[in-house]
């Protein structure tokens, strides 16, 4: 890979909308429903990341992958909302796709790393991620990573249709110096 990743931008609304679109084309085809996924269109996707982007930033973050300058991927994290899980005890990678012309070339693994590492340096101690269930190149992608299932389960609703989906984790900062701390 000879690209970065950096925080995205809101000029980069477009460009994510349309890694939103093709990604989810390809990862989510047979899946869930061929309409809904032809709904999915750049132009509203890009003015959801649009507003997204110029609104005051919460506690989570949004960066892109670039390759030979152009928008390739992005991510979505921050803290996990679990209820299992003591809150801030966990970070969340919400969203990470990489249009379908860049995957297996690095960038994917280059925003996993750039995610897991803001969120290990917020101080949260575990890493989780949602995959559906029947994504077999994604849990594959995550495992390479070292995260592994952890049991947790639950039904998610995708395009009106309902999906199961599981939880990979893996830990961020396993062993603290609680000395330091005080």
Known sequence: MNGLVRAARPADAEAIGRVHSESWRLTYAGLVSPRYLATLDVEVLAERWRQRLSAPRGAGALVVAEDAGEVVGFALYGPAGEQDLEDGFAGEIQMLYVLPAGQRRGHGRALYQRAAGDLAERRHFWLVVWVVEHNLAARAFYR???????????TDMLGGQAVEVVRYAAPLNPAIDYSRLT
């Open 144 to 154: 390479r990573l070292g995260l592994t299932a952890d049991g947790a389960r639950r």
